[in-house]
């Protein structure tokens, strides 16, 4: 069956550091990948979103590009801000069915 | 602003007690979605309804009652909940049918408490 594997958090930055997330999956076939977003208290915002091999997929400062040969879509920007501490899930799409990876918390201080 | 709205956003209910959560989307999407999420987890499908037709149940016990009346609503209905049925309940919908692989689009979810 399909899977999302990523990195375990929290992770702690401080402001304008860089970021990555790393995201791998197992699935069969081509699946669509998605970043999504989750803010105290709120629902999950779709981030980002790839649809096949070397799309890359950006969102406010954040992309990730769809690797097939590495199977990943890590997530990166290049300065974080403290509005973007968050969770984050990594998704795929298999028959309208969305897997999700276990999320990872990003705690960023000024 | 979400373009899911759900209510109500917060609800405290008793195990005896029979309350619908309720979702809209005026987005045109055909398929609408009810997921369970527990703190620190991600969301787990319960529901799928596509073209107001329910095509995925994913073995959710019978105290959870899902209604789609059109194309824009989808409800929830509650009855005889147990405590450990707390979460946030989160509403979702896509714009193509089962089968597709367009994105989700979710609500703020209502977040639930048993006691």
């Known amino acids: 069956g399909n899977s999302v594997t990523q990195m375990e958090g929290p992770v702690t930055l401080s402001e304008e550091a860089f970021l990555t997330i790393n995201c791998t999956y197992t699935?069969?076939?081509?699946?669509?990948l998605f970043w999504y977003v989750q803010y105290p208290g709120e629902g999950l915002q779709l981030l980002l979103k790839?649809?096949?091999?070397?799309d890359k997929g950006s969102n406010k400062g954040f992309e990730a590009t769809y690797r097939k040969e590495t199977t990943s879509f890590h997530l990166e920007k290049g300065s974080v801000q403290v509005s973007d501490s968050a969770v984050y899930f990594c998704?795929?799409?298999?028959?309208?069915?969305?897997?999700f990876g276990k999320g990872t918390m990003l705690l960023v201080s000024p | 602003d979400t373009e899911v709205t759900q209510t109500p956003k917060h609800l405290v209910m008793g195990m005896t007690n029979k309350k619908s959560l309720k979702c809209e989307q005026h987005?045109?999407?055909?398929?609408m979605y009810w997921y369970k999420q527990k703190a620190k987890k991600p969301p787990e499908l319960m529901f799928v309804?596509?073209?107001?037709?329910?095509?995925i149940n994913e073995s959710v016990p019978s105290r959870f009652s899902p209604e789609c009346p059109n194309s824009s609503l989808l409800n929830l209905h509650l009855h005889a909940l147990q405590p450990e049925d707390s979460a946030l309940y989160l509403c979702?919908?896509?714009?193509?049918?089962?089968?597709?692989?367009?994105?989700?689009?979710f609500g703020d979810g209502t977040r639930l408490s048993i006691l």
């Open positions: 979702a919908s896509s714009h193509s049918g089962v089968g597709g692989d367009q994105p989700q689009h």
């Open positions: 699935a069969t076939g081509y699946p669509s």
């Open positions: 790839a649809t096949k091999a070397d």
């Open positions: 998704a795929l799409i298999g028959y309208s069915t969305l897997t």
């Open positions: 987005m045109g999407h055909r398929a």
């Open positions: 309804y596509s073209y107001e037709k329910l095509s």
